[in-house]
């Protein structure tokens, strides 16, 4: 059980913010002004790779120097099984397709466990100017460039067709299929869906109470480790399938009161396989 008077979490929860604000900044201020245009040529895909590895190394680097033992689960490839019982789960781009085309929901997700229990969770969204973080126990918390620490709290639950919920598509034509086939019978249920991009975004979208729900399949524990303790800390509900947590096959995350009957819905609707 995690004391939240531990003075470990402050030191967790400083470092990934630090880590994540200079990545954040990498990728902001190193992202080649002509990336969207050089989408219709040569192979843009390798510039964002590129710029994806280097930030999850600075992201490793600047937390290893500060704790050697602890392990590492990234996106792209960091992995190590660590001595202290901390674990970092990274995303160093979280939003590539909305990087790649200069759109602005694109995000650096930053989660610490200990033995397993995630306790810390940070989300930097730089050209939003906001950064988004949680402790587990602590509540959920903004802050932004143009204000000081705002606390996030979930929206009032509205009825289900009044539900503005977001949700994504895989990279796979196919799979692709079928997740439209699921948001087309949900559409007319709710009053309207987005598709924001960044799996870590939307959760914490859900968080600020600029969403009543979010839901999509196939994601990674990097894509939800943060943006998951960041909902929940905000008085969201998160799952997968009813009665499981949030897994590849399938992520929710609601206010009280749209998450159960969303849930629902996405079981009968088969949103959990391909
Ligand atoms: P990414 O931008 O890091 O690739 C968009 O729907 C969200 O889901 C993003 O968080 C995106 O992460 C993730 N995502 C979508 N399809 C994916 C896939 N096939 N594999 C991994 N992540 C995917
Ligand atoms: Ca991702």
């Not at 990728?27 to 590895?53: Q, Y």
């Amino acid at each position: 059980m995690t004391d939240v008077t531990d003075p470990l979490l402050p030191e967790l929860l400083r470092l990934a913010q630090d880590a994540a604000r200079r990545a954040g900044e990498l990728l902001r201020d190193g992202r080649p002004a002509d990336l969207a245009v050089a989408a219709t040529k040569s192979s843009p895909i390798d510039v964002v790779t590129e710029m994806d590895i280097a930030a999850e190394k600075l992201i490793t680097d600047v937390i290893s120097e500060q704790r050697p033992d602890d392990g590492f689960l990234g996106e792209e490839g960091a992995s190590s099984e660590g001595t202290s019982g901390i674990r970092w789960v990274v995303d160093p781009l979280d939003g590539t397709v909305n990087y790649l085309y200069g759109l602005p929901t694109w995000s650096v997700s930053i989660a610490a466990e200990r033995d397993g229990e995630r306790i810390v969770g940070v989300v930097a969204a730089p050209m939003r100017g906001e950064t988004y973080h949680a402790v587990l126990g602590g509540g959920a918390w903004a802050t932004g460039a143009w204000e000081g620490e705002r606390r996030l709290a979930v929206r009032p639950a509205p009825p289900l067709d009044q539900a503005l919920v977001s949700t994504g598509f895989n990279y796979v034509a196919e799979v692709k299929a079928h997740q439209a086939e699921v948001a087309r019978r949900l559409i007319p249920l709710l009053r309207d869906i987005r598709r924001g991009g960044s799996a870590a975004v939307d959760l914490c979208d859900v968080a600020a109470g600029r969403l009543d729900g979010y839901y999509e399949r196939g994601l990674n524990a990097w894509d939800v480790a943060a943006g998951d303790l960041i909902a929940r800390e905000a008085g969201a509900l998160t799952g997968g399938r009813p009665g499981e947590a949030p897994s590849r096959d399938l992520t929710v995350a609601g206010t009280p009161g749209v998450f159960e009957p969303l849930q629902r819905h996405l079981e009968t609707f088969g949103a959990w396989h391909d």
